[in-house]
């Protein structure tokens, strides 16, 4: 979808281009779905690479000490969905000192 609907994305295209290859139908309702408990304050993250933030040393020692630097501060709730959904990768830390 991304990739067909690019020039949309990118500005370059009319919203009848996405309404041309797109359908929509309504999404029945669910129930809740159960979370794990979270902490009283917290500090939500997610780093993904793209142009603006690209898949680099220096980017992963940079994202990496900022984590740490606040974990020292807050617990930290990573919003990573493992999928793999466009040419976007989630950048994943773990064993995070604090």
Do not use: C
């Amino acid at each position: 979808m991304f990739s067909l609907l690019r020039q949309f994305w990118l500005g370059n295209d009319s919203l009848q281009y996405v309404l041309d290859y797109t359908q929509y139908a309504r999404v029945g309702t669910i129930g809740p779905v159960e979370l794990p408990p979270l902490p009283d304050r917290f500090v939500a993250v997610k780093f993904y690479t793209g142009r603006a933030l690209m898949d680099t040393p220096a980017h992963r020692e940079m994202l990496r000490a900022l984590i740490e630097r606040i974990g020292r501060r807050y617990p930290i709730v990573t919003l990573n969905t493992s999928l793999a959904l466009d040419e976007h990768a989630d950048y994943v830390f773990q064993n995070i000192r604090d």
